[in-house]
């Protein structure tokens, strides 16, 4: 039925429904309401699955890939402007974009080029401390996100040679031991504030104060407005930049190597520099993540960058489908939002979450939005 | 395209808020109060205590007739977290209806919530966290502490045992900013008194086995092994000093003073461990045997634990303040500020200028046949046991 | 040099207790190339289960600590062994085809809904617990140097389980099975092994292994608690990994260089013994450096 409708429609109306259904989920605080949405939400996905929506949309994006990335941004702007005025829901979806740019960083590195990297919160964290060190010390917060990055990548240095040299579970343990030694040192180390953690200032953008609320158009926003923003232009652009490294040779070249490491040096691809790269460009982008975190944070503490903060990160890009991007938004979404909203079960809302990842795994073990096989004519037929 | 996506917004929007004011319909206006601890992970069993003392005083408040308002206990989880802590403070603090907080057993989370306290003028009282500078390190005047601080507890401790002739200390600490404070100022003040601190061992906090500490510890041969960590480690630090032969003194902190830690341990060797705490003895004061009395008849699932009374008598405290003054943060703050000398069941209460209550009594403690028991009131005080004997 | 001994007898238990952890993680992934996360947690469920046990022991009139410590062994061994069982059937076998991160992951969760489930629904289970004292607890002074009847008994039987494990695998038929299974899956069903019955049985029995370390743990400690097997289950894939994957012996070596790796850098080395672990994971990095595929690495080459 939905033959009749062109790809581009099927695509603005199911982004339509997506940022309505975000806006009011928001807004639930009762179990009953979160519940009853979330199975709603989960009938007409599949619902949606059924009539071919996905499809749909996923030509709509190879006809018009501006157009489909510009409603996007519209309907993640349109989520923004709906809350301007109230703190903690910017707060949460600030989160949830800075979330999926992490995933985004990951994804580079194990959906692209294969290379496990459990240690997403310590490459996070390092953002986030170095934005506490500079911002404090007087250094301008434009400089701080960069060289967040910066810090990630080079502290990524280290474990570059014995990264390159493992492979899938050898390659786990090294960060994974990253992981735990990075909260450990930062806990025993009493330069970078110890257990006790540091107090980060407000980022100030060519005096643009980003802890005073803005006022737009006669209303005063809330100042996590700014963070939001802020993040949603980090997050568009890590996107970009994943989309364009994916269709580019280079992205060809670490699928490659991800795939076949043998047949892929055989074609004459430098599986070492490939590799090196994925994991540099990945914490890069983590980096920046974190030392945005750090700043809207205002406080950072060894405790929020541990290694189960790790996992959390790593299932996002499960839950999302490893190489997909869209996925990695959609699951950041799930995985930051579900567990607050479920506040209210307290105590016993880890259990669910857990039984609720693996029964996802289990049913859709290539994720909520699998990656899509590539093509390289999109007219070609159906 | 923009138009239709607007206007559907802004639809939503309206059905929200029309929705929303339709749940106050009782004669009473409801007012909420933010309870934040940790309620999963590690630390769980005190922060449900915490919450269950929390939710004790909000009950027996609503039962009261004479109350003017009908109160809610607006509880959250902040896994000891900050980057959660601060998640949910935001989401109390921006929360209209939300007039005061009742926050915090882990001092890290503290303090990286008082900023967002501050910034949204949310006046809250700490329950649990003992670091300093949660009240000290900044001026804000919403941040108050019902319970003492570790310095405070720490002088105590290293005043009582110097006096009962105990030389030499091996101190073991977690490397939480609880643990590592504990160190700092235990050592200060034990130094200042003539003591000696042979050696410092820095644990983790999820660290199982402690006997290569130990056994460097045992070539020391120090008077006492002081802990300064939660009741987890103290109990596997304890019971492996006894693997090792290690005969020597045990001290605790505050942290250890739990039915838990007297449970996780054999009775023998429990017996004559020394622990400190900040506040008033709780089963002494009349208003304490209240608490527990009503804590029993609630039937929650579990205890109190150590810092339940606190919670309660912060909790108590904040709705008095909006009986008195009305649901307006700023009022609620201003009439803070001037508490001095209120009776309560950890003791009477009195803030200074940093919010800090300074009539932070220290009671100490000693296990005597599987209890906590006041050192006054044991045989050990009396002279019929006798705790390990320096060296 | 007396009380170096006693490093040597803290490290010997330690290593133990990581090598059976360990030992556990080289099997499930000798049969199916996984690894179980959730291995630490079934650990904890181990000792919790056999906890009850000795508590119900106790309750129903047995009073004698040997009979105990027989309900506490078999229960402990039965229920995680099913446990084990269990997880293999419903979530690892279904997901064999996955990409192998999802295992990693669905198994990670499921090691946090264990140890959720026994801190919710286990009474007071937030709490530590006094696991019973059920070996003789005589020792043997030699001046600074203390040694225990039953640290020596829980060496001597981690060591015995080892052999005990090695002897099943490379003597008996099971054991053929199991390391056809896990050279070649395809080749070892058309020679009419029963596949999924011999991934079954392996799982509960290198689950049965982490119940015996748990058990052990529970013993040595006399402590036991919901948060025990993260970090032990963190450990002993480490240690499986340092020593080679798939192999026995590596993982065993792994084990004990883990736990000699913690004991030199909690009183060896000049700096805090708060850096102890942060040396001990350092380590662990520079070795998979200079070693990729572990101490000893599994015989493979590229299939093309």
């Known amino acids: 039925m939905l033959d009749r409708i062109s790809p581009f429609a099927v695509a603005v109306l199911a982004a339509l429904v997506g940022v309505v259904f975000a806006i009011v989920f928001m807004e639930q605080e009762s179990d009953v309401a979160v519940i009853s949405m979330v199975a709603a939400a989960a009938v007409a996905a599949w619902f949606a699955g059924r009539i071919g929506v996905p499809e749909r949309v996923a030509r709509a994006a190879e006809i018009n890939p501006g157009g489909v990335s510009a409603i996007a941004a519209i309907g993640g702007l349109a989520i923004i402007a709906a809350y301007a005025e109230d703190h903690f829901p910017l707060l949460m979806l600030a989160t949830v974009m800075l979330y999926a740019t992490v995933a985004l960083g990951l994804n580079i590195q194990f959906g692209y080029a294969g290379l496990v990297n459990f240690a997403g919160a310590a490459f996070f964290g390092i953002g986030a401390y170095t934005s506490a060190k500079l911002v404090g010390s007087g250094v301008p917060a434009v400089l701080s996100l960069p060289l967040g990055g910066l810090f990630a990548a080079l502290i990524g240095l280290l474990l570059v040679f014995p990264v390159v040299r493992t492979r899938g579970h050898y390659a786990a343990v090294v960060t994974i031991a990253f992981s735990v030694l990075f909260k450990t040192f930062l806990e025993v180390n009493d330069t970078f504030g110890g257990p006790q953690g540091l107090p980060v200032g407000a980022m100030n953008l060519f005096g643009w104060d980003f802890g005073e609320s803005p006022t737009l158009f006669g209303i005063e926003a809330s100042f996590y407005l700014n963070y939001a923003l802020a993040a949603f232009v980090i997050l568009a652009l890590a996107f970009t930049l994943v989309r364009r490294l994916e269709r580019s040779w280079l992205g060809l070249a670490l699928d490659a190597v991800r795939l076949d490491e043998t047949g892929a040096a055989c074609y004459g691809i430098g599986i070492r520099r490939a590799k090196i790269f994925a994991f540099v460009l990945g914490n890069v982008i983590i980096g920046v993540a974190g030392a945005l975190y750090g700043c809207m944070q205002g406080y950072v503490a060894p405790t929020s960058f541990t290694f189960s903060d790790s996992l959390i990160f790593v299932a996002i890009v499960l839950l999302g489908g490893m190489g997909s991007p869209w996925g990695m938004i959609l699951a950041a979404a799930i995985v930051v939002v579900l567990p607050e909203k479920l506040q209210a079960i307290q105590e016993y809302r880890f259990l669910l979450f857990s039984i609720v990842v693996i029964a996802i795994l289990l049913f859709r073990p290539s994720g909520l939005l699998p990656r899509r096989v590539r093509r390289y004519f999109p007219e070609g037929g159906r | ?391 | 040099m007396d009380l170096f001994g006693q490093y040597v007898i803290n490290g010997l238990m330690l290593g133990t207790i990581y090598a059976l952890v360990a030992v556990g993680f080289t099997l499930f992934f000798g049969v199916l190339d996984v690894i179980k996360f959730s291995h630490g947690d079934v650990l904890m469920v181990g000792a919790f289960t056999g906890f009850t046990a000795a508590a119900g022991a106790a309750a129903l009139g047995l009073s004698h600590p040997a009979l105990q410590l027989a309900a506490t062994v078999v229960f402990a061994l039965a229920g995680t062994a099913l446990l084990g069982a269990v997880i293999a059937k419903w979530l690892i076998l279904p997901l064999k085809n996955a990409p192998r991160l999802n295992i990693l992951l669905a198994t990670l969760m499921l090691g946090t809904a264990l140890r959720e489930s026994v801190r919710l629904f286990y009474p007071d289970g937030s709490n530590p617990k006094a696991f019973p004292a059920l070996l003789p607890t005589s020792a043997w002074q030699f001046g600074q140097f203390t040694l225990r009847v039953d640290s020596t008994i829980l060496v001597v039987t981690g060591i015995l389980v080892i052999v005990g494990l090695h002897l099943l695998i490379n003597r008996t038929r099971l054991g053929l099975a199991i390391r056809a299974v896990a050279q070649d899956e395809e080749t070892a069903r058309t020679m009419g092994i029963n596949y999924t019955l011999i991934v079954l049985v392996t799982f509960a029995l290198g689950s049965g292994i982490a119940a015996v370390a748990g058990v052990m743990d529970g013993l040595y400690y006399n402590e036991i608690n919901f948060g025990m097997g993260l970090l032990l289950g963190l450990i002993g894939f480490s240690a499986a990994i340092i020593g080679g994957l798939g192999n026995l012996y590596g993982a065993i070596l792994g084990g004990f260089l883990f736990a000699a790796l913690q004991m030199i850098g909690a009183v060896a080395l000049p700096f805090a013994s708060a850096y102890k672990d942060v040396f001990a994971f350092a380590v662990v990095i520079a070795l998979m450096a200079w070693k990729p595929t572990g101490l000893i690495p599994e015989r493979a080459s590229d299939r093309v």
């Open chain 2, 1 to 391: 395209m923009k138009s239709i996506l607007r206007f559907s917004v802004g639809a939503m929007l309206a059905a929200a808020l029309a929705a929303a004011p339709l749940s106050g319909a009782s004669a009473k206006d409801t007012v909420k109060i933010a309870f934040i601890g940790p309620l999963s992970g590690g630390t769980a069993s005190i922060g449900v205590g915490g919450r269950n003392s929390a939710e004790l005083a909000v009950r027996i408040r609503n039962a009261d007739p004479k109350s003017k308002y009908h109160y809610e206990l607006f509880a959250q989880d902040d896994e000891c977290k900050p980057n959660v802590g601060v998640q949910v403070a935001t989401k109390a603090a921006a929360d209209r209806k939300v007039i005061g907080g009742v926050t915090h057993y882990c001092s890290a989370v503290a303090m990286s919530t008082v900023d967002v306290y501050h910034k949204f003028n949310l006046p809250v009282i700490v329950w649990g966290a003992v670091l300093p500078d949660i009240t000290y390190g900044n001026d804000y005047k919403e941040v108050h502490r019902v319970n003492g601080t570790m310095v405070n507890q720490n002088e105590v401790a290293a005043d009582f045992m110097t006096k009962h002739g105990y030389k030499t200390w091996v101190i073991l600490h977690d490397t939480t900013d609880y643990g590592k404070g504990h160190n700092t100022y235990f050592s200060k003040y034990v130094t200042e008194k003539g003591g000696k601190v042979l050696a410092t061992f820095g644990v983790t906090s999820d660290q199982q086995d402690f006997t290569a500490e130990l056994t460097k510890a045992k070539e020391l041969k120090p008077d006492v092994i002081y802990f300064g960590g939660l009741t987890p480690l103290g109990i596997r630090i304890r019971q492996q000093m006894d693997k090792l032969g290690i005969d020597a003194q045990f001290e605790g902190v505050s942290g250890i003073v739990s039915d838990a830690f007297i449970e996780g341990l054999d009775p023998k060797l429990a017996e004559g461990v020394l622990a400190f705490r900040e506040g008033a003895p709780v089963e002494k004061l009349p208003g304490g045997q209240y608490f527990l009395g009503e804590y029993d008849k609630a039937k929650f699932d579990q205890g109190p634990d150590a810092y339940g009374a606190f919670a309660f008598a912060a909790a108590t405290m904040m709705m008095d303040a909006i009986e008195k003054v009305g649901p307006d943060r700023k009022k609620v703050t201003a009439y803070l500020a001037d508490i001095k000398d209120r009776d309560s069941i950890v003791g009477p209460i009195t803030f200074d200028d940093h919010g800090q209550n300074t009539v932070a009594m220290i009671t100490k403690y000693v296990i005597q046949d599987g209890k906590w028991v006041l050192w006054e009131d044991s045989e050990y005080a009396a002279g019929k046991r006798k705790l390990v004997a320096p060296k």
